[in-house]
């Protein structure tokens, strides 16, 4: 969803569209001001575990029959690569290496082009609800809607932090963040990452310059690119935590739901990498 090149949208090309809904339209003025949100802070010890983790949450959202919102944090203990829903990983990824190296190289729910994660880059899951935030359901307003508050999340604490192209962060003109969305009927996943200490190197060694790129990034490589964003991780937790006022402690997580999706999805080779 991260040393991140390129989350976007996974129904819409980079995210600009319209999510059509299968309810009605709540009015706007009917929307909750600062609704609940639950927080989990949790890292799983295998990376598919931990992708599966986020569409569990978004997943146990949707069967819960009400809105249902949630921030969950988590940092890979190891390196690994994430493919978009739709990528073409050998076009993306030097997989040769990653297989040599011993890096995974896994495939999420969501949009969007490979990433390079592992510690010193925190990851975060939003699960939001259209009934509680209406103008969600326009995907270009999603991206703007979240980016934006983490933007002013983080303003104060890093001056330069703005959004650039449809769903990246930048310190300067050097993106520290890239985001994805999932769009469901009645609840999204909107995760993303944010580098702080990350070893940048990386993101060149693992990935292929994308075929896509925004504007702003005028053909620069991976390493002029992107950036740590210079903060520490406490200060980068607490200011998701206080921009979603996710207080209330999520409680007892859909474990079996993440193994079943680990199972069927992400454990397994025909989604990793059988779309080829």
Known sequence: MLAIIGFACDNEAWGVGRHVPRFPIPNPQSKIQNPLMYYLDLTLTEAA??????????????????PRETLRLWEPEQPLVV?????????EVHVDL????????LR???GGAAIVAGPGCLMYALVL??????????????HRCVLDTIAAALRPLAA?????????????????SGNSVRCKQNHLLYHG???YNFPLE????????????????????????VANLPLSVQSLRAALVSAWNAREPYGVWPRERMLRLVSERYGQWAWNAGKE
């Open 108 to 110: 999420r729910s969501s």
């Open 193 to 195: 990452t944010l580098l």
């Open 202 to 225: 990386m993101i060149e060694r693992y990935l292929a310059m994308p075929e896509r790129q925004p504007d702003y990034r005028k053909g620069r490589g991976h390493r002029a690119f």
């Open 83 to 91: 493919v978009g829903r739709s990528s073409r990983i050998r076009s």
């Open 129 to 142: 609800s259209y009934r509680l935030r209406p103008e969600l359901q326009a995907v270009d307003r999603a």
């Open 160 to 176: 330069e932090v703005a959004c650039r192209g449809i769903s990246d962060l930048v310190v300067g003109n050097l993106k520290f």
């Open 98 to 105: 990653c297989t040599e190296q011993g890096v995974p190289v």
């Open 49 to 66: 575990e931990n992708l599966a983790l986020d569409e569990a949450l978004l997943d146990e959202a949707e069967s819960s029959g009400q």
